[in-house]
């Protein structure tokens, strides 16, 4: 990238692609941006140019719900998703900074706790509104109690928020491992069956269609990773029928789960374990199906609203483990559009944009991201041709394990701008002598 420095600072970002899901326009062209902002050509010479010839430039990625470190968000998380090209980020937990930390950052969006945590009671949901609380959620958790779910789902309407669940049903799923199958018998493994996501799903939209039945208002049960082929064809054809409009649910899917199956445990390998647990080829293929297909009439939305990396730090992923000791997660932001682009294939690109972008923005009810002139310059520069293979200990910032170690995959973030910042270019992390002036 070529730089010149003055006051007011202009970046121009020449000869890409640029795939803008907002006004559906696909096209190559300039984008020029002035102190933080998108504006149209102002003629002259910017300050700085990246070269985007070749290359893909679209709206920065939204993370719908990650889980976010305990202590805040630090270095360690920011740089993660910014080399993902990620630039809003939710997260279950303590989806702030870090007070030791200043550097750039997404821009953080807080999923309130939905219930207090070893009761049957819900947590302070008006109290978390107020406080900025976008959504409320248990996280990584699944709710076992159908009477509570029923109580938050009324409560978060009143609040005009939606409620996260991870469809699981805690009793059928309870000691698992792995995907109940051939790997899980092989492995002498407790296996999570289909059917514990298939009656979580089912028990989340009767319970959700009744709300809205009495009081339409929107969707609002979110399902936030799906792993099951059946269950996620129960959504499907939950919204191919109702007639409710708009649908009362939405549901995502895991970027790795569109690549990884349950193979992905052989050997005992601790990365392979993750929740929900990677599943079959046929569940895979389905997920592939669904997640391609987009919007099929402007009157059925589509059964997969939007991707999520899965992205679940914690202390113990920094070092090996074995299987059954390992936790359940991965450090996934840098490796989810990768992983998502070798699964999709290059002719679902603009789907698959739409899935990073204007899909959970959506979910979140939040502002959609759009490449206009006088929005702000949140954007991702994607290589989506590149091949390179996964080595976690060479990442921009390195992880102990992942399920996609030693794999081929297609694509991946070349460049993160931030309010007009280049915060993230080739596998590292700039500062640049402009970083206060473009901040916009």
């Given at each position: 990238m070529s730089d010149r420095t003055t006051n007011s600072f202009t970046l121009r970002i020449a000869g890409g692609r640029v795939i803008d899901p907002a006004s559906?326009?696909?096209?190559?062209?300039?984008?020029?941006?002035?102190?933080?902002?998108?504006?149209?050509?102002?003629?002259?010479?910017?300050?700085?140019?990246?070269?985007?010839?070749?290359?893909?430039?679209?709206?920065?990625?939204?993370?719908?719900?990650?889980?976010?470190?305990?202590?805040?968000?630090?270095?360690?998380?920011?740089?993660?998703?910014?080399?993902?090209?990620?630039?809003?980020?939710?997260?279950?937990?303590?989806?702030?900074?870090?007070?030791?930390?200043?550097?750039?950052?997404?821009?953080?969006?807080?999923?309130?706790?939905?219930?207090?945590?070893?009761?049957?009671?819900?947590?302070?949901?008006?109290?978390?509104?107020?406080?900025?609380?976008?959504?409320?959620?248990?996280?990584?958790?699944?709710?076992?109690?159908?009477?509570?779910?029923?109580?938050?789902?009324?409560?978060?309407?009143?609040?005009?928020?939606?409620?996260?669940?991870?469809?699981?049903?805690?009793?059928l799923s309870e000691g698992?491992?792995?995907?109940?199958?051939?790997?899980?018998?092989?492995?002498?493994?407790?296996?999570?069956?289909?059917?514990s996501e298939r009656v979580a799903v089912r028990r989340g939209i009767e319970l959700a269609?009744?709300?809205?039945?009495?009081?339409?208002?929107g969707r609002r049960l979110h399902f936030t990773a799906l792993s099951d082929g059946g269950a996620a064809m129960?959504?499907?054809?939950?919204?191919?029928?109702?007639?409710?409009?708009?649908?009362?649910?939405?549901?995502?899917?895991?970027?790795?789960?569109?690549?990884?199956?349950?193979?992905?445990?052989?050997?005992?390998?601790?990365?392979?374990?993750?929740?929900?647990?990677?599943?079959?080829?046929?569940?895979?293929?389905?997920?592939?199906?669904?997640?391609?297909?987009?919007?099929r009439t402007p009157e059925y939305p589509p059964a997969i609203a939007c991707l999520t990396a899965g992205h679940r730090p914690d202390p113990a992923l920094l070092d090996p483990v074995d299987l059954l000791a390992a936790p359940p997660g991965y450090e996934a932001f840098e490796i989810a559009f990768a992983a998502a682009n070798t699964a999709l294939g290059e002719e679902k690109l603009p789907r698959l944009i739409e899935l990073l972008t204007t899909g959970p923005a959506d979910v979140l009810d939040r502002q959609t991201p759009s490449l206009a002139p006088g929005e702000r310059a949140d954007l991702a520069v994607l290589d989506v041709a590149g091949e390179w293979t996964c080595d976690p200990a060479t990442l921009a910032v390195p992880v102990a394990r992942t399920p996609l170690a030693g794999r081929t995959l297609r694509g991946r973030v070349a460049h993160t701008v931030l309010g007009g910042r280049v915060v993230f270019e080739r596998g590292r992390f700039p500062d640049l002598p402009h970083a206060d002036a473009a901040a916009g």
């Open positions: 559906g326009s696909d096209e190559i062209r300039d984008l020029w941006v002035r102190d933080g902002v998108l504006i149209d050509p102002p003629g002259g010479e910017p300050n700085a140019t990246i070269d985007a010839v070749g290359l893909v430039v679209c709206p920065g990625f939204v993370e719908p719900h990650a889980v976010a470190p305990t202590a805040g968000v630090n270095e360690r998380f920011a740089r993660q998703a910014l080399a993902g090209g990620y630039t809003r980020v939710a997260a279950f937990g303590t989806a702030r900074q870090a007070r030791d930390f200043n550097g750039p950052c997404p821009k953080l969006l807080r999923i309130g706790p939905l219930t207090v945590p070893g009761t049957r009671r819900l947590a302070e949901l008006g109290d978390a509104a107020e406080a900025g609380a976008v959504a409320f959620g248990d996280g990584p958790e699944p709710h076992g109690d159908s009477e509570l779910l029923r109580r938050g789902l009324l409560y978060a309407k009143m609040l005009n928020r939606r409620v996260f669940d991870l469809p699981r049903d805690a009793e698992g491992v792995a995907a109940e199958g051939p790997v899980a018998a092989q492995l002498g493994l407790f296996g999570v069956s289909a059917a269609h009744a709300i809205e039945l009495a009081d339409p208002s129960i959504v499907s054809d939950y919204l191919n029928e109702t007639l409710l409009d708009p649908a009362p649910i939405s549901a995502a899917v895991t970027a790795t789960h569109l690549l990884c199956t349950a193979a992905a445990l052989e050997g005992f390998d601790p990365a392979g374990r993750v929740d929900p647990p990677f599943r079959d080829d046929r569940d895979r293929e389905f997920l592939i199906h669904l997640a391609g297909e987009g919007r």
